[in-house]
């Protein structure tokens, strides 16, 4: 064999050309050896091509839900020449940001697995709240172990909330007639600071099982008012401002018996005196109350269980009834408004810290707002690292009430601790400018983050993020707050996409806000994300945060859509007025839009609570097969407000007239190359088409093809006499 050819064995048979990336230097050659960074695996015949380790996985997304994390990523560009490539995931414990890290240790758990992933996705569960982790994605195949250069993708993940563990060792420290004292150990994982525990109990051989509550900000409590010689049930669960974890296993505990009591005839005497004279006392006081018209509060009320529905209710918490004086309630925290206090600087300097202007360095400007400019900067506390921080600035020449209201922004936001609602780092008010340092949020706010990530993600993931908004909705709610413009502008995405509400300023009149309209009370609010009861009469609440949050469900499962598109503030008044409600969005799952709807009832006593809405969220994320159920872009069945918020686009006299209107003129020369030359043309493709013209952004795709579907459907109507 010449050089370049080879033959395995001495014969009659042909020589063979040497196989790609592989050659021959000497002649009569019985193999042919490979080209420099090209190997042959183990197992491959001499005549199989060389081939080389795959390239780094690319475009990497995670997706935070509590202790878990959602990997997904995109195949490499270069995968070796083979067809056997796999991944392999690597995980490390990280102290602190830029600290050292550590192998994992056994407690996270790979879903499907760690390695020999074919699947460019896995999911991680397990985690430790609060802590920072170091995933490293490996593509791999056949040849990788004889290359020296392995292709790494790392993702740094925080992991946010979660509940407490389980409480463990629930036993008896003491037991009287009528009391029980328990202790217990604190969770093994207890995720954040325990802020209560809940015991809850009842007698073993009751029928009805009854429950009786009690809280305790220890790891001990004392049980009264039991019944002598009773067998009880205990459980135990812990609290943080996330949530509760679960119960502990039962604890079963009989009360001591009670010895025979023996009175003399002169005790009786003085018994049934004593009662007598209390009884005529409660009569004189409710004969008294009735003349002055006084009636007793209606307690039930106040403890009406926080269930969404009877499909999401604890079964156990179904039964739970309030009895014997045994229901306490926990110290309870409340916001306190800055605006009742005469000083701002007073206020601010009650809840926030100041910061030395020596210790922020700003690096550029990455905004504008109300007040002033929007900066990156680094800041740095003694015996810390620089940490990344953004800062709003106090323009120069402000008004006293500017500063009033600039300066409340930060007294109301240092009074949150929460993983979903941004943190206040502290405030520069002894020099100028004026400044308040939040954490940097690297992806900036969330409306314009899904509109630069049109279609890029799972339906999981979009439910993760509202997840998290829910959540730290339902902390805001749970201290009083009313957050009054909740919309996807004013919620922030850090790069692990984990979303934290802010923008808390709307105590003020918002007079340059696009989105906003004059009220009947001379205010501005933002009328397209506003509860009807709230434009109306100014009555906002939770309630009223709750039919914002539907619109923002909206804007997420939209990839960023304006609410209710180019129609004008008072037709969506209007139309809303008039029972209109959005649309499902293309590829939104039924069960979202379902949910939306709940937010959106006019009677504000009908929409879910906060705590509501994230059982049913956290019911969707661990059930995905509730999500597979879509429902469609355009309701056409609602004329009054689509007629008015999407052009006639059968009016249209060209193909460029229509993508001009629906504000896609970009692909113009696609659909000309195309060969779609007329709107005739237009109004007979499918998906497919689209692809095949290069639209790539699956946002783009389902954006023309709802359009196509609209214009088919308002030019079937024009023919069809009415």
């Known amino acids: 064999c010449e050089?370049?050819?080879?033959?395995?064995?001495?014969?009659?048979?042909?020589?063979?050309?040497?196989?790609?990336?592989?050659?021959?230097?000497?002649?009569?050659?019985?193999s042919c050896p490979c080209d420099s960074s090209y190997y042959r695996a183990a197992d491959d015949p001499p005549a199989a091509p060389c081939s080389r380790p795959p390239s780094c996985p690319l475009n990497v997304i995670s997706s935070v839900n509590g202790t878990s994390v959602h990997l997904e990523w995109d195949r490499p560009l270069d995968t070796g020449g083979r067809s056997d490539l796999q991944y392999s995931i690597?995980?490390?414990?990280?102290?602190?940001?830029?600290?050292?890290?550590?192998?994992?240790?056994?407690?996270?758990?790979?879903?499907?697995?760690?390695?020999?992933?074919?699947?460019?996705?896995?999911?991680?569960?397990?985690?430790?709240?609060?802590?920072?982790?170091?995933?490293?994605?490996?593509?791999?195949?056949?040849?990788?172990?004889?290359?020296?250069?392995?292709?790494?993708?790392?993702?740094?993940?925080?992991?946010?909330?979660?509940?407490?563990?389980?409480?463990?060792?629930v036993r008896q420290e003491n037991t009287s007639q009528n009391s029980v004292t328990l202790q217990w150990h604190e969770p093994d994982q207890p995720n954040?600071?325990?802020?209560?525990?809940?015991?809850?109990?009842?007698?073993?051989?009751?029928?009805?099982?009854?429950?009786?509550?009690?809280?305790?900000k220890n790891t001990t409590a004392r049980v009264a008012g039991l019944k002598p010689g009773t067998k009880y049930i205990f459980q135990v669960r812990a609290r943080t401002s996330a949530g509760c974890g679960r119960f502990s296993q039962n604890v079963e505990i009989q009360t001591g018996k009670a010895a025979p009591k023996r009175y003399s005839p002169m005790s009786i005497v003085w018994i049934c005196?004593?009662?007598?004279?209390?009884?005529?006392?409660?009569?004189?006081?409710?004969?008294?109350?009735?003349?002055?018209?006084?009636t007793l509060p209606h307690y039930p009320s106040l403890l009406r269980h926080c269930g969404y529905s009877k499909a999401f209710q604890d079964s156990d918490e179904e039964k739970m009834h309030y009895q014997n004086g045994h229901v306490s309630f926990p110290d309870a925290r409340f916001y306190i408004d800055p605006h009742t206090y005469e000083d701002p600087c007073q206020a601010v300097h009650e809840f926030a810290r100041e910061i030395e202007a020596s210790r922020i360095k700003i690096e550029k400007i990455i905004g504008s707002g109300e007040f002033g400019e929007v900066c990156y900067g680094r800041m740095r506390l003694p015996g810390k690292r620089d940490i990344p921080v953004a800062l709003k600035t106090l323009k120069v020449g402000y008004t006293e009430k500017q500063k009033r209201d600039f300066l409340a922004e930060a007294s109301i936001m240092a009074q949150f601790d929460h993983p979903n609602v941004i943190r206040l780092e502290g405030v520069v008010t002894h020099s100028k400018p004026v400044m308040i340092i939040t954490e940097y949020m690297e992806n900036g706010s969330l409306d314009s983050f899904l509109r630069r990530h049109d279609g890029q993600f799972t339906i999981i993931q979009l439910v993760g993020?509202?997840?998290?908004?829910?959540?730290?909705?339902?902390?805001?709610s749970d201290l009083g707050y009313i957050h009054r413009d909740l919309?996807?502008?004013?919620?922030?995405?850090?790069?692990?996409?984990?979303?934290?509400?802010?923008?808390?300023?709307?105590?003020r009149v918002l007079e340059d806000d696009p989105d906003a309209a004059y009220t009947t009370s001379g205010g501005k609010i933002p009328i397209r994300w506003t509860a009807p009861e709230a434009i109306t009469f100014r009555k906002f609440s939770s309630s009223s945060d709750v039919w914002s949050y539907g619109v923002v469900m909206w804007e997420v499962t939209s990839y960023g859509e304006r609410p209710y598109w180019n129609l004008t503030n008072r037709d969506v008044i209007k139309s809303v007025e008039e029972g209109y409600r959005l649309p499902a969005p293309m590829g939104c799952p039924a069960a979202l839009h379902t949910l939306m709807l709940d937010c959106w009832q006019k009677d504000r006593n009908e929409r879910p609570r906060f705590c509501q809405i994230v059982t049913v969220l956290d019911?969707?994320?661990?059930n995905p097969e509730n999500l597979k159920s879509m429902d469609t872009l355009c309701s056409?069945?609602?004329?009054?407000?689509?007629?008015?918020?999407?052009?006639?686009?059968?009016?249209?006299?060209?193909?460029?007239?229509?993508?001009?209107?629906?504000?896609?003129?970009?692909?113009?020369?696609?659909?000309?190359?195309?060969?779609?030359?007329?709107?005739?043309?237009?109004?007979?493709?499918?998906?497919?088409?689209?692809q095949r013209l290069g639209v790539t952004l699956m946002g783009h795709q389902k954006k023309i093809m709802t359009s196509v579907q609209l214009m088919r459907a308002q030019v079937l109507n024009k023919s069809v006499p009415s």
Request: hydrophobic share 40%.
């Open 619 to 622: 019911k969707l994320i661990r």
């Open 3 to 30: 050089v370049g050819f080879y033959k395995p064995v001495a014969g009659d048979g042909l020589c063979a050309k040497c196989p790609q990336h592989s050659h021959s230097e000497t002649r009569a050659a019985l």
């Open 90 to 169: 690597m995980c490390q414990k990280c102290s602190g940001e830029g600290g050292p890290c550590e192998s994992c240790d056994s407690h996270p758990r790979f879903i499907p697995r760690q390695s020999g992933l074919t699947q460019p996705w896995v999911t991680v569960l397990n985690l430790v709240a609060h802590s920072n982790y170091s995933f490293r994605i490996l593509a791999t195949n056949a040849v990788t172990l004889q290359s020296n250069e392995p292709s790494l993708f790392a993702m740094n993940i925080t992991t946010n909330q979660a509940a407490p563990s389980e409480v463990l060792a």
């Open 273 to 294: 005196m004593a009662l007598l004279s209390g009884l005529l006392t409660f009569l004189a006081i409710v004969v008294c109350r009735k003349r002055q018209g006084y």
């Open 487 to 507: 919309a996807a502008r004013n919620i922030l995405v850090n790069s692990n996409l984990v979303c934290k509400v802010s923008d808390f300023g709307l105590s």
């Open 465 to 476: 993020l509202l997840r998290g908004i829910a959540a730290g909705m339902t902390y805001l």
């Open 192 to 216: 954040g600071v325990i802020l209560e525990y809940d015991i809850k109990y009842y007698e073993k051989d009751s029928e009805e099982h009854i429950y009786s509550t009690l809280k305790s």
């Open 636 to 690: 056409l069945d609602s004329p009054p407000l689509m007629e008015r918020a999407i052009p006639d686009l059968s009016s249209c006299n060209s193909v460029n007239e229509w993508l001009d209107t629906i504000k896609m003129s970009r692909y113009k020369d696609h659909f000309a190359a195309g060969g779609y030359h007329t709107l005739g043309h237009v109004l007979g493709m499918n998906q497919g088409d689209i």
